[in-house]
């Protein structure tokens, strides 16, 4: 598209969809750089790590998402340096690729508080390969306890951690605890996998630190229902080839889960601008680099305060609110026209526990139990990308809800 402003878009995520399809039909040229060629829905990745639902069930490929949108490039490619001053990315691939405007949504990984030496026996989950590797490791666990002679061994093999009390943490706690009880109860002979024990460990004084006292108290009372331990103000100091060190405890466990830290993506300490302990990048009130204004930071990468004075969250929806603000303050720019600032709208927050349990925050209202469940439901289902998947995830569901199953149990790979 010689001749129009060139908008590149790194991630295509959820911060990185949204500024794309707010550039449809505008005359720019938007160029899409991703490492992967599908865009995730991050908030049931779990389910993929449970065995709830497969890899395809919630993603999709970034160009059939952007199929329609007759200004639009993708490319397959992974950025390697960014140049702000000469507004150039040097693409793995690809070669340099120059920009008019740059939108960097490339989010944030896993962080192991300094001690990355943890990752290889606690993976963490933030995309499908980790989902995949998390759900064989769950279901390995049990095949291998099923082998086992030893009663002691077996116990320790069906020992399940989750460390950290988040969104995430609770949800894979409660779907763990779910497997063991209901999905595999009748289909081991040398073992009970309802003997099984879940142990959900948060460093701070509560799990779901966000949400207010009376909803982390039903979350806790129903995480206990279904039988995980759960142990706040629990801080672990080691992590080892199946062993978990809090305090003075030693926790033998056949399969550990992270959940407890994020660390941003390495490209925003490469835009000229300050970053938090994280990295996230310190932008403007328009979501620009102060001293390049032609880069926009959107999603999870971003750090900026909201009007309330607290940090804008690194959540779904305030990435597609970022994402939609950067684009509408570009066209802005090309029009000659002053920038507006972002303004964070907190939609809510939610986190399912178990079959027909969950807890919601919407602002508005409060809800719990089965109430706060059908409303995670509707909503994850009408965010959700792609009218096909919207109505597999849907019957999946009801299937998993009558049956009490779990119809993804593939352990896939050579680890058994």
Known sequence: ??????????????????????????????????RHNHHVFQPLLYQVATAGLSPADIAAPIRWILRRQANVRVLLDDVVRVHPAERRLDLAASGALTYDFLVVATG????????????????????????????????VAFEKAEREADPARQRELLTFVVIGGGPTGVEMAGAIAEIARQALADEFDA?????ARVLLLEGGPAIL???????????????????????????????????????????IAGTIVWAAGVQASPIGRQLGADVDRSGRVQVAADLSVPAHPAIFVVGDLMALTGADG???????????????????????RLKGRPTSPFTYRDLGNM??????????????????????????????????????????????????????????????????
């Not at 943890?118 to 064989?136: S, Y």
């Not at 039903?218 to 801080?235: C, D, N």
């Not at 100091?237 to 926790?251: K, Q, S």
Request: aromatic share 6%; no cysteine; proline share 4%.
């Open 108 to 139: 944030v990984t896993h962080a192991y508080f300094g001690r990355d030496d943890w990752a290889a026996h606690a993976p963490g989950l933030k995309t499908l390969d980790d989902a995949v590797a998390i759900r064989r490791r769950v279901l």
């Open 310 to 332: 607290a940090p804008v969250p690194g959540v779904a929806q305030a990435a597609m609110q970022s994402g939609r603000r950067a684009a509408a303050n570009i066209l802005a």
């Open 1 to 34: 598209m010689p001749g129009l402003p060139r908008v590149v878009v790194v991630g295509g995520g959820f911060a990185g969809l949204a500024a794309v399809r707010a550039l449809a039909g505008a005359p720019v040229e938007v160029v899409v750089v991703d």
């Open 351 to 416: 986190a399912t526990i178990g079959r027909a349990r969950a807890v919601a925050d919407l602002g508005w209202v409060r809800l719990t139990g089965y109430p706060a469940w059908l409303a995670w439901l509707f909503l994850h289902l009408l965010f959700l990308v792609g009218f096909k998947n919207k109505m597999v995830v849907l019957v999946q569901w009801l299937v998993a809800y009558v049956t009490r199953q779990r119809g993804v149990r593939l352990i896939t790979g050579d680890d058994r």
């Open 209 to 251: 630190p966000s949400y207010v006292d009376h909803l982390r108290a039903s979350a806790r009372a129903a995480l206990t229902s279904l039988g995980v331990e759960v142990r706040e103000s629990t801080r672990v100091t080691d992590v080892g080839d199946g062993l978990v060190r809090a305090g003075a405890e030693t926790i």
């Open 191 to 195: 073992v009970a996998p309802r003997t």
